[in-house]
């Protein structure tokens, strides 16, 4: 990498970075540029982050240097190679045909649209299918999730043939994070680089996706609360907050500082859509189990729940979205 490319942003533009251990993902200085003077329309990847002045884009890397799908077993690899593989070729398909209006990027929640894990069918999703088909069936619509994706395994299958580059999509949505955390922060999720280090990896997924298509128009989700399965008693898993909570916001308020800055790309998010007040208790909240059953991924309930919840910044970019939303 060039030393021009990797020279000290000044201080009057915000910083992505400075250190892992840094407190803020995006911070805006006193002298940062007022609203005659926008920031960048948006972020790509290192060869066109590097045009952009006033940016420190060195913690960019090159290419991602993780495994294919850090974290996961060998047979778990194959399988997750394989179902990558489908999804690179409906990317290519839809190329060669008449693109795509809508793409969903990100893990089980979103692969549940499909009813399928890694995919293969499962029971699990079975009521789910039914509400992408009454919300967005009537667009030429994607759906690029693999169940268990942290955002480094999302990262890596849009450098490798899942990047909407000629697919021109009005709008995509992003949902991922919260693998990163159980899998590879488990024992850590009170330590400052574990915010910033996920909040980086949707940052980076985010920003590929940005800088292969320079019109679509990219909805980047909240980690979404999730409750603790590893309590013994089933009734206290929904109890909020929880071990996860503290981790959970950190990292959507870095994400949702440096949305702020991009003018294609809209932060949402929909966590409340899956929380209720419980006086009984003592912080006051738990997840909807009837949302959430397995207090981690929704519903089909839960799932239009979170179709309403993006229904008007999905209408912005895509003006003829069915008007779908539950009462």
Same mark, same amino acid.
């Given at each position: 990498?060039?030393?021009?490319r990797?020279?000290?942003?000044?201080?009057?533009?915000?910083?992505?970075?400075?250190?892992?251990?840094?407190?803020?993902?995006?911070?805006?200085?006193?002298?940062?540029?007022?609203a005659?003077?926008?920031?960048?329309?948006?972020?790509?990847?290192?060869?066109?982050?590097?045009?952009?002045?006033?940016?420190?884009?060195?913690?960019?890397?090159?290419?991602?240097?993780?495994?294919?799908?850090?974290?996961?077993?060998?047979?778990?690899?194959?399988?997750?190679?394989?179902?990558?593989?489908?999804?690179?070729?409906?990317?290519?398909?839809?190329?060669?045909?008449?693109?795509?209006?809508?793409?969903?990027?990100?893990?089980?929640?979103?692969?549940?649209?499909?009813?399928?894990?890694?995919?293969?069918?499962?029971?699990?999703?079975k009521?789910?299918?039914?509400?992408?088909?009454?919300?967005?069936?009537?667009l030429?619509?994607?759906?690029?999730? @693999?169940?268990? $994706?942290?955002?480094?395994?999302?990262?890596? !299958? =849009? /450098?490798?043939?899942?990047? +909407?580059?000629? *697919?021109? &999509?009005?709008?995509?949505?992003?949902?991922?994070?919260?693998?990163?955390?159980?899998?590879?922060?488990?024992?850590?999720l009170?330590?400052?680089?574990?915010?910033?280090?996920?909040?980086?990896?949707?940052?980076?997924?985010?920003?590929?996706?940005?800088?292969?298509?320079?019109?679509?128009?990219?909805?980047?989700?909240?980690?979404?609360?999730?409750?603790?399965?590893?309590?013994?008693?089933?009734?206290?898993?929904?109890?909020?907050?929880?071990?996860?909570?503290?981790?959970?916001?950190?990292?959507?308020?870095?994400?949702?500082?440096?949305?702020?800055?991009?003018?294609?790309?809209?932060?949402?998010?929909?966590?409340?859509?899956? @929380?209720?007040? $419980?006086?009984?208790?003592?912080?006051?909240? !738990? =997840? /909807?189990?009837?949302?959430? +059953?397995d207090? *981690?991924? &929704?519903?089909?309930?839960?799932?239009?729940?979170?179709?309403?919840?993006?229904?008007?910044?999905?209408?912005?970019?895509?003006?003829?979205?069915?008007?779908?939303?539950?009462?």
């Open positions: 990498m060039s030393s021009e990797m020279r000290k942003a000044p201080s009057s533009y915000p910083i992505l970075f400075r250190t892992a251990s840094d407190s803020a993902l995006l911070r805006r200085s006193k002298d940062a540029p007022a005659g003077n926008p920031s960048p329309s948006y972020l790509g990847p290192q060869e066109l982050l590097a045009q952009t002045p006033g940016y420190n884009f060195s913690h960019v890397p090159d290419i991602v240097k993780a495994p294919a799908a850090p974290g996961k077993s060998k047979a778990e690899n194959k399988i997750w190679l394989r179902t990558h593989d489908k999804l690179v070729s409906e990317v290519a398909k839809a190329r060669k045909g008449q693109g795509l209006e809508l793409i969903f990027y990100g893990d089980s929640i979103f692969e549940a649209w499909m009813a399928t894990e890694m995919g293969e069918e499962t029971d699990r999703f009521d789910v299918p039914a509400v992408y088909t009454r919300n967005y069936g009537r030429r619509g994607g759906v690029f999730a @693999i169940s268990g $994706d942290t955002s480094q395994n999302l990262l890596w !299958r =849009l /450098k490798n043939g899942e990047a +909407p580059e000629g *697919l021109a &999509p009005q709008a995509v949505v992003i949902l991922i994070g919260t693998n990163d955390l159980s899998k590879s922060f488990g024992n850590k009170d330590k400052p680089e574990t915010a910033n280090t996920v909040a980086q990896g949707i940052v980076d997924a985010a920003t590929t996706v940005l800088a292969s298509d320079r019109e679509t128009q990219v909805v980047v989700l909240a980690v979404l609360p999730r409750g603790d399965k590893a309590v013994e008693a089933p009734s206290l898993r929904y109890i909020l907050p929880n071990k996860w909570s503290g981790a959970i916001e950190s990292v959507n308020a870095k994400v949702q500082n440096w949305a702020q800055w991009q003018k294609r790309a809209t932060y949402l998010d929909c966590g409340a859509e899956f @929380i209720e007040s $419980d006086d009984k208790l003592e912080g006051g909240k !738990r =997840l /909807k189990k009837d949302l959430m +059953p207090a *981690l991924h &929704p519903n089909g309930v839960g799932m239009q729940a979170l179709a309403d919840c993006i229904h008007d910044s999905l209408q912005l970019a895509i003006p003829n979205l069915p008007v779908t939303k539950s009462a």
